[in-house]
């Protein structure tokens, strides 16, 4: 990404990038296939760097930045059965995160940090500390509520034991490979979802699962907020994803309710 705003922007005066000029930066970079999130990103990079140049005093006034049109909405999720499809082709390292991300719904990023001292057996939860998450505020989730979760972390714990056993050493990771922090899962995950035929699908597709899961259990918005820690409803709504099987569902739950109204047609009973 610095490479592209070097290669752009190599030699040129702060003074020099009015709004023309990114507006012709992100019409090359769109030119070049650059993904729109991708290009809003680097647009804000340089905003970053001339807002420095304005407030040590080597900027006038700051240019407005190019509005770059990002479609982010995503309608893929998965259900049981693909999950398992999916899960049989990982790497036994990369299947434990990604089973915890399909139960607990918490991004990537947050799980792969999870150390040991963030698991209280006692209580039987693992959280996220103030500052760790997207919004800033801290979390829990009580994992011994769901045996699912409770089963990775448990099997995470017995294989940290045996790790440290053998190597002598202390693991401070829940996800590790020998001791090493799961720090990637990309190269693995393309190739279960190539073999699983689940083409499309990326991690933070669990979030909507998980999502999914609540809003078909029945669950207060305002909990499920504070499970998967959206912070606001309207981005939760964004995950709230409805499919064909869930309104067939419902309609199938209203057809068995004993006490609906006689069907008239046509004036008559």
Same mark, same amino acid.
């Given at each position: ?28 970079? /769109? #030119? ?14 340089? $905003? !970053? %760097?001339? +807002? =420095? ?95 699912? /979760? #409770? ?14 056993? $053998? !190597? %002598?050493? +202390? =693991? ?98």
């Amino acid at each position: 990404m610095r490479r592209h705003l070097s290669r752009h922007f190599k030699g040129e005066r702060a003074q020099n990038i009015t709004y023309d000029r990114l507006l012709r930066f992100k019409r090359d970079r /769109l #030119a070049e296939k650059a993904s729109p999130s991708t290009v809003r990103y680097e647009l804000s990079l340089v $905003r !970053t %760097g001339l +807002v =420095v140049a304005h407030e040590a005093g080597r900027l006038l006034a700051l240019p407005p930045l190019p509005s770059v049109h990002v479609e982010n909405t995503r309608t893929t999720f998965f259900d049981e059965d693909n999950f398992q499809d999916l899960r049989k082709h990982l790497p036994p390292a990369v299947a434990a995160v990604a089973t915890f991300m399909y139960w607990a719904g918490w991004r990537r990023n947050e799980t792969l940090t999870r150390e040991w001292r963030h698991v209280d057996w006692n209580a039987g939860t693992i959280c996220l500390e103030p500052g760790e998450t997207k919004n800033g505020k801290g979390r829990a989730i009580p994992f011994e509520v769901l045996p699912e /979760l #409770a089963a990775v972390l448990k099997a995470q714990r017995e294989y940290t034991d045996a790790v440290e056993r $053998r !190597t %002598g050493s +202390v =693991v401070r990771w829940v996800f590790h490979r020998e001791g090493e922090r799961v720090k990637s899962i990309r190269q693995a995950w393309r190739t279960a979802c190539k073999h699983a035929k689940l083409v499309g699908h990326i991690p933070h597709d669990f979030r909507r699962s998980a999502v999914r899961r609540l809003e078909r259990a029945g669950i207060a918005r305002s909990v499920a907020m504070k499970i998967v820690g959206h912070s606001s409803e309207a981005i939760y709504h964004c995950y709230s994803i409805t499919n064909d099987a869930d309104v067939r569902e419902a309609l199938a739950k209203v057809a068995a309710l004993p006490t609906r109204p006689a069907l008239r047609i046509g004036g008559r009973p």
